[in-house]
């Protein structure tokens, strides 16, 4: 059972450059997230998604999108890559049933993202 | 607005010793709280949550955490500290103005060293 598998784990990008960090999980959880990790910040979430078709945005969404054709699948698009975006990406996922049975969140090892 | 706060970046103790990981939050409603705690390289991992019940908590690793409703507090703890504790730690609360969201909000994280 491998959980929750991100994809690179490292990456140097330019300023302007685009990419698409991949996430996917094997729990079957309907929910899953992108959060940013930097130094002293804790974690931010970018986006989330609720089931398959369905996305909504978190604290701090600019410069990046989302798509959930999948249950599985999670990717996280960065268009045009800015210094700013420099950090440190988990993707996480859980269990809501919507009847009061739910789980923590399962976190990947993580994508760190260089920009320069 | 819905936060936890993490009063203390970094926190020393004796290997033996009993340790303590503060944390405060700020939520309407009743609160669901976790700590989720990192190894180098690696995502969070789930140590333990309070959503009702019992204000002593009991998790992974040995690790417990007291629930405080006037003090608005849930801080970590374990009885006898091991040098393989240290890592970093994280408070989070579970956004309850969301409806469906189940993200979580994240401190900015205690850095816990174990002196041999």
């Known amino acids: 059972n491998a959980g929750v598998t991100q994809t690179p784990k490292f990456r140097i990008l330019k300023i302007g450059q685009s990419m698409t960090l991949q996430c996917t999980q094997d729990?079957?959880?309907?929910?899953m997230y992108w959060y940013r990790q930097d130094p002293g910040m804790g974690l931010k979430l970018i986006y989330y998604?609720?089931?398959?078709?369905?996305?909504d945005k978190g604290e701090v969404p600019n410069g990046y999108n989302v798509s959930r054709s999948t249950t599985e699948d999670f990717p996280l698009r960065l268009e045009l890559a800015a210094p700013s975006q420099t950090s440190v990406y988990f993707c996480?996922?859980?269990?809501?049933?919507?009847?009061?049975?739910?789980?923590?969140?399962?976190f990947g090892n993580g994508t760190r993202l260089t920009v320069t | 607005a819905q936060s936890v706060a993490q009063p203390e970046d970094q926190v020393n103790v004796a290997e033996g010793n009993p340790l303590t990981v503060k944390c405060t939050y700020s939520?309407?409603?009743?609160?669901?709280l976790f700590w989720y705690v990192q190894y180098p390289n690696r995502g969070l991992q789930f140590l333990l949550k309070y959503i009702t019940g019992d204000n002593l908590v009991k998790g992974s690793y040995g690790f417990e955490a007291e629930f405080n409703k006037s003090q608005t507090s849930f801080h970590l703890k374990k009885p006898s500290a091991l040098v393989s504790d240290s890592a970093l730690y994280f408070c989070a609360v579970r956004d309850t103005l969301k409806t469906g969201a189940n993200n979580l909000f994240f401190g900015t994280g205690t850095r816990l060293t174990v002196i041999p």
């Open positions: 729990m079957n959880h309907n929910y």
């Open positions: 996480a996922s859980s269990y809501d049933s919507g009847g009061g049975g739910w789980s923590p969140l399962h």
């Open positions: 998604s609720v089931g398959a078709g369905i996305t």
């Open positions: 939520v309407s409603g009743n609160p669901y």
